[in-house]
Each structure stands twice: as C-alpha cells, then as structure tokens.
C-alpha cells in the first residue's frame, strides 16, 4: 500500500510562483508513474502534468504547458510540481496519483494510489 501526501499549496497573486510537493511511502517509489490531476469547484478532476516510471519522460496538459514542471526526486521518495505564471482559473485542489509500471499519462480512473489533495487559489 502506498500513501501519498501533498504538500506545499496556498494563496499567491497572478503571475506568483508555487512549488507543490508529493511524498510517498509504502512501496518502490522507482516502479510508479506520477501524476498530478487537479479539481476546481463543480468541474471534472483534470490531468494536469505526468512522469513515467522507466525513463523519466513528461506529459502536461495544454493549458500548463511552459508554466508548469513536473519532475521526481527518487532518493527522496518524493515528486514535485513548479508551477510558474500562475493564473487565477489554475485555482483548485491539486491531487498525485501513482500508477505501478505506468506511463506518465494515463486516464483518471487508472490510477493505482491518490493522496488528499492540497488547495492552490491564485488571486487576480
């Protein structure tokens, strides 16, 4: 079993910066996909950016694309999202999510693990 644990949200004004950080314990941390996914109010949980387990390959979601980078820190057990330019529609809860020997990209109900989930609100 696998926890996963987010840390590192807030509130900062448009065009701030945010670094979120996920720790995870319980398994290989080398052998999971990543992801981050995030949630506004009354909308979908949506992909926001993705690493692979193999070859440290990373995916983002159009609308974070050059503002946002995912990377991972395996001796540290830990995946990091900085996040640049912040916009207010990038207001939500941010969630991880591993997936065991997956892409870094995968569709929201296959993940194996998510954790908790932590709030970003960006002020106009």
């Known amino acids: 079993q696998v926890q996963l644990v987010e840390s590192g949200g807030g509130l900062v004004q448009a065009g701030g910066s945010l670094r979120l950080s996920c720790a995870a314990s319980?398994?290989?941390?080398?052998?999971?996909?990543l992801a981050w996914f995030r949630q506004a109010p009354r909308k979908e949980r949506e992909f926001v950016a993705g690493?692979?387990?193999?070859?440290?390959?990373?995916y983002y979601a159009d609308s974070v694309k050059g503002r946002f980078t995912i990377s991972r820190e395996n001796a540290k057990n830990t995946v990091y999202l900085q996040m640049n330019s912040l916009k207010p529609e990038d207001t939500a809860v941010y969630f991880c999510?591993?997936?065991?020997?997956?892409?870094?990209?995968?569709?929201?109900?296959?993940?194996?693990?998510w954790g908790q989930g932590t709030q970003v609100t960006v002020s106009s």
């Open positions: 690493i692979n387990w193999s070859d440290d390959r990373t």
């Open positions: 319980g398994g290989t941390f080398r052998q999971y996909a």
């Open positions: 999510a591993a997936k065991k020997y997956g892409l870094g990209k995968n569709p929201v109900y296959d993940y194996d693990y």
